[in-house]
């Protein structure tokens, strides 16, 4: 059972294009953070949203954590091929454990 | 400052062998998490180690085991291997054990460990 669930799970666009990238779940996170993972290699922070209706702006990354802090959502403005890699959120849950999705992974044509 | 260290980069074994993976945490990081990060399933977590104590496990079977040594680098055991444990085997490591501030955290993941069971 996946605790935290995103859509899509494949991704292919033009470069150029604008992207949303939703993460699902029934519980509440105390913190969520978004990663990205190039293949061969292990995942890269974004960024960790806190608190509920927190938007937060990497770039052309805008990352919003829902208000009951149980979703979140990633977008991105204006897509270029080096955005390509897979997406993962991950929340933070108790005891110190985070929770990882099932990710999207973003193919990015030039 | 080097990022966290696993090896081997790939491992192959057979049914019914132990794996040995290892990781080392970035200086100064007493906390490492096991990942497993099978095809199409997200990452699943496995172990959590703080200070040379195991602090929280996933679920998965107790042959899935590890340890943490005094200078906080750590080992994950795989024993009786089945061909589903094949899969991207990730630490990461953090520099803080217990979260009084929520999001003030993060996990640096280390490049990962591919073990191939045949």
């Known amino acids: 059972t996946q605790l935290l669930e995103q859509s899509p799970q494949f991704l292919s666009i033009q470069e150029g294009e604008n992207l949303t990238v939703y993460c699902n779940s029934s519980s509440v996170f105390s913190s969520l953070q978004w990663y990205r993972q190039e293949p061969g290699e292990g995942p890269v922070l974004l960024v960790t949203?806190?608190?509920?209706?927190e938007v937060k702006k990497l770039k052309r990354l805008t990352f919003q954590f829902g208000d009951a802090r149980k979703d979140s959502s990633l977008h991105i403005t204006a897509a270029q091929p080096g955005d390509t890699g897979l997406y993962l959120c991950a929340g933070h849950g108790l005891i110190n454990q985070f929770y990882f999705g099932t990710g999207t992974s973003l193919t990015v044509i030039p | 400052e080097a990022g966290v260290t696993q090896s081997p980069t790939h491992l192959i074994k057979t049914r019914g062998q132990q794996a040995t993976l290892r990781c080392s945490p970035i200086?100064?990081?007493?906390?490492v998490y096991w990942y497993q990060q099978a095809l199409g399933l997200g990452l699943q977590f496995l172990l959590w180690y703080d200070e040379g104590e195991e602090r929280n496990r996933g679920n998965f079977p107790p042959r899935f085991s590890g340890r943490q040594f005094p200078n906080y680098s750590s080992e994950l055991n795989v024993n009786a291997l089945e061909l589903e444990d094949s899969a991207l085997y990730l630490c990461?490591?953090?520099?803080?054990?217990?979260?009084?501030?929520?999001?003030?955290?993060?996990?640096?993941f280390g490049p990962g460990t591919r073990l191939t069971v045949l």
């Open positions: 990461a490591s953090s520099p803080v054990e217990i979260r009084t501030v929520p999001g003030t955290d993060t996990q640096y």
């Open positions: 949203v806190v608190t509920g209706g």
């Open positions: 200086s100064g990081h007493t906390s």
